[in-house]
Antibody, heavy 122, light 108 residues
Framework: EGQLLDSGGDLVQPGGSLRLSCAAS????????MSWIRQAPEKGPEWVSL????????YYAESVKGRFTISRDNSKNTLYLLMNSLKVEDTAIYYC???????????????WGRGTRVTVSS | DIQLTQSPSTLSASVGDTVTITCRAS??????LAWYQQKPGKPPRLLMY???NLEGGVPSRFSGRGSGTEYTLTITSLQPDDFATYYC??????????FGQGTKLDIK
């Protein structure tokens, strides 16, 4: 059975940086597009970024474009999210999530990490 | 961007009841709509994809339907484990995802 273990969340000051990681196991990582999705307290999920299985194509929500960078290392079965110029409104639990079907880009998410908490506050 | 509005925001029901949650899109979408269940402190769990396809392991008391701008998730014969928050998710726009604001189903 597949698993995603996301990590790297922390308390950071506005303007700071943080890198999240997501270690995947139990499936052929390189076959699947992956996303980061965040959820602020008492809010619905918000899609943040997506990367294709190869890593060649990336997409971002307008709210993070130019500040966040998604990447992956298929040799290590690991997904990353580099977050720069963090704002208070970036405070949320961040989940990595696997797309349901191989080779798709833009799909439902059938596997989620347990989430890692990012708090941006002075 | 497509906006999703769920109704109701909160729903109170009893074990054994049948409930329906509605998700309305700001513009007509294809049927690339999913539903998730989330319990406190846990990530969302996929229940339904492509409007009406049940994810593996999900009980058949969950069903989905819809088209255009209106989609529904129906749960028949509610069980204690079903009390949770439910989200719809549109993925009809290439490489973009939008989620609804959620419907909290609690025990009456």
């Amino acid at each position: 059975e597949g698993q995603l273990l996301d990590s790297g969340g922390d308390l950071v000051q506005p303007g700071g940086s943080l890198r999240l990681s997501c270690a995947a196991s139990g499936f052929t990582f390189s076959n699947y597009a992956m996303s980061w999705i965040r959820q602020a307290p008492e809010k619905g999920p918000e899609w943040v970024s997506l990367i294709s299985g190869s890593g060649y194509t990336t997409y971002y929500a307008e709210s993070v474009k130019g500040r966040f960078t998604i990447s992956r290392d298929n040799s290590k079965n690991t997904l990353y999210l580099l977050m720069n110029s963090l704002k208070v409104e970036d405070t949320a639990i961040y989940y990595c999530a696997k797309e349901q079907f191989a080779a798709n880009v833009g799909d439902s998410f059938d596997m989620w990490g347990r989430g890692t908490r990012v708090t941006v506050s002075s | 961007d497509i906006q999703l509005t769920q109704s109701p925001s909160t729903l109170s029901a009893s074990v054994g009841d049948t409930v329906t949650i509605t998700c309305r899109a700001s513009q007509s979408t294809s049927t690339w709509l999913a539903w998730y269940q989330q319990k406190p402190g846990k990530p969302p769990r996929l229940l339904m994809y492509a409007t009406s396809n049940l994810e593996g392991g999900v009980p058949s008391r969950f069903s989905g339907r819809g088209s255009g701008t209106e989609y529904t998730l129906t749960i028949t014969s509610l069980q204690p484990d079903d009390f949770a928050t439910y989200y719809c998710h549109d993925y009809s726009t290439h490489a973009r995802s939008t989620f609804g604001q959620g419907t909290k189903l609690d025990i009456k």
